[in-house]
């Protein structure tokens, strides 16, 4: 079956998921885990995405996060791409280093925020990597310990996961910190990991329980909510998605970027193209590589289509650059 399109419509709630190509890991040692939640901290930032809910695992991570303007699109190309370079890099690594196609479910706020927020925050605990509660607000590879402890984690909206528990935030953090608690005992939860009708519901039997009395409920596996969510969160994507930048008007802007650098160098743009290994063009090649990955998040793959050699030539590009 055809992959559906993401739904990509700003400003939506969606719980990320990234795995490692082939269950790998995608991170090795400490230094990999600080670049990783610097990136996310800094990308975020830039292109106002709200991170309320994170964990960093050693072959896969958990993400939830309210898109910016520009959607969840070009958050997720800058942050998996430059990581993936500079990961590669550390470790004299060639090739992709996640799944090709990084796993977003819309969630439907009211039914699944603070749920959400407990899960991918007991990931460490149900993973073994830290023992228990106390462990966990030490643990630095965890949104849990910004929700505790707000120094250092001022990027991480800590403030609107908390006021879900309370209005002041000695209460708000005691009611929080009991709910995380609860939530051990529930396990691996994977009602929580996907969307469709199955997990919206809750299960096959309140779905049997329905066709038995004749009652459909709209669904997509891409949203995890109500039927009247998904109608709605479909209707809103299309309608919102209409103002994005088209793939045909991205592919001009990148043109234009590269013509535009050309002319204040003074670089035939021919040169670029058909791939001219002449010093000058070279620098400008790498030089526009650099820019198209950390201010508009294209593809490798994308940007050599438009300056005329490989992907693994960008790829070097970009890490000679990053040096």
Known sequence: MPRQARLDAPGTLHHVILRGIEKRRIVNNREDKKDFVFRMRQISSETQTIIYAWALMINHAHILLRSGPQGLSKFMRRLLTGYAIMYNRRHSRHGHLFQNRYKSIICEEDAYFMELVRYIHLNPIRAGIVKNMSELERHPWCGHRAIMRKKGYEWQDRDYVLRWFGKREKEAKKEYLKYIQEGISLGRRPDLVGGGLI????????????????????????????????????????????????????IKKVEKYIRDVCEKRKININEIKTGSRRRSVTETRSHIARKLVENYGIPLAEIARHVGVSTSAISKMVKKETE
Do not use: N, T, Y
């Open 199 to 250: 997990r919206s519901l809750g299960g096959w039997s309140q779905v049997l329980s329905m066709r038995r009395h004749g009652d459909r409920e709209l669904c997509d596996e891409r949203i995890l909510g109500s039927g009247d969510f998904v109608e709605r969160m479909i209707s809103e994507a299309d309608e919102k998605m209409k103002h994005q930048l088209p793939e045909k008007e991205l």
